[in-house]
């Protein structure tokens, strides 16, 4: 979100996080937590909105800002409203 990735690089990197997903050897009937339900939304958001949106829509950024930090801290609350699913 700091545009440590240059935007016409997402893509690839978005593709290459779903081959690793692929290759993984995951229980599927396992619940998915939360933590993984907030990586798999920010996926998407990042994967789908425009580059002009993740950088100018302020609500968007607020709710992304929301996300990385739990996902860097678990202990914070859960973000509301950012459902994700496995691929």
């Known amino acids: 979100m700091n545009q440590a ?21 995951t229980q599927l009937q396992e619940q998915i937590n ?3 339900r907030i990586f798999w939304y920010l996926f998407y958001i990042i994967q789908f909105e425009t580059e002009c949106d993740l950088i100018n829509n302020k609500h968007l ?3 992304i800002n929301k996300c990385c ?18 691929p």
């Not at 990197?13 to 081959?19: A, G, N, P, Q, R």
Request: aromatic share 12%; with cysteine.
């Open 5 to 25: 990735v240059p935007f016409n690089e997402v893509h690839i990197v978005t593709w290459d996080i779903l081959e690793e997903w692929g290759n993984l050897d």
């Open 34 to 36: 939360d933590f993984e």
């Open 61 to 63: 950024r607020l709710k």
């Open 69 to 86: 930090n739990y996902l860097k801290d678990p202990n914070l609350p859960v973000p509301g409203g950012c459902v994700g699913i496995r």
